[in-house]
T-cell receptor
Framework: GESVGLHLPTLSVQEGDNSIINCAYS??????FIWYKQESGKGPQFIID?????DKRQGQRVTVLLNKTVKHLSLQIAATQPGDSAVYFC???????????FGKGTTLSVSS | DAEITQSPRHKITETGRQVTLACHQT?????MFWYRQDLGHGLRLIHY???????NKGEVSDGYSVSRSNTEDLPLTLESAASSQTSVYFC???????????FGEGSRLTVL
């Protein structure tokens, strides 16, 4: 079956540090991955996505890395800020290509 | 501005009652989704629709139904609410199969 998981349920960092949130996926045929951020009491918001024909994609202060060999996805946040405190979910397109399957989430806590 | 809204935001009901959660989007998106979010499980797909009159089951569809009579709305119905359906429900939409979902603010349902 399909499953998407995150290595650590919580991550605590200091303001200004770089954060790395990891995710493992099981479906080697997955062709699309996406990261979402969910702040307390709100719905998830899109951060960045990557297709399987890429290894790396950069956005504003965020970078997603994809290692298809070990089926691993990571989200790097540069110069982490208190406003980055949230739950982060990785997601992959399901085998049928019809919907997104989400991981369980990592809670990022940023202290000043 | 276009948006996606869910109602009610909070509801308490009793076991066995029928409950309907509303989802309305003004983006004219073809695709709409319902997820439930529970601690330890992340976001799990309940039902989804790719257009008017189209509905599909997700990974946790038992006990839920949806209907799509127009582009803007995808109501989620719990035919006979059970305590196991206590959760936070999120509706989302997307213009096409791009992967980027736009989520509502969530509906917290408690079944006593």
């Amino acid at each position: 079956g399909e499953s998407v998981g995150l290595h650590l349920p919580t991550l605590s960092v200091q303001e200004g540090d770089n954060s790395i949130i990891n995710c493992a996926y099981s479906n080697s045929a997955s062709d699309y991955f996406i990261w979402y951020k969910q702040e307390s009491g709100k719905g998830p918001q899109f951060i960045i996505d990557i297709r399987s024909n890429m290894d790396k994609r950069q956005g504003q202060r965020v970078t997603v890395l994809l290692n298809k060999t070990v089926k691993h996805l990571s989200l790097q946040i540069a110069a982490t800020q208190p406003g980055d405190s949230a739950v982060y979910f990785c997601a992959e397109r399901n085998q049928a290509g019809t919907a997104l399957i989400f991981g369980k989430g990592t809670t990022l806590s940023v202290s000043s | 501005d276009a948006e996606i809204t869910q109602s009610p935001r909070h509801k308490i009901t009793e076991t066995g009652r029928q409950v309907t959660l509303a989802c309305h989007q003004t983006w004219n998106h073809n695709n709409m989704f319902w997820y439930r979010q529970d601690l330890g499980h992340g976001l799990r797909l309940i039902h989804y629709s790719y257009g008017v009159q189209d509905t599909n089951k997700g990974e946790v569809s038992d006990g839920y139904s949806v209907s799509r009579s127009n582009t803007e709305d995808l109501p989620l119905t719990l035919e006979s609410a059970a305590s196991s359906q206590t959760s936070v429900y999120f509706c989302a939409s997307s213009p096409s199969w791009t992967g980027e979902l736009f989520f509502g603010e969530g509906s917290r349902l408690t079944v006593l």
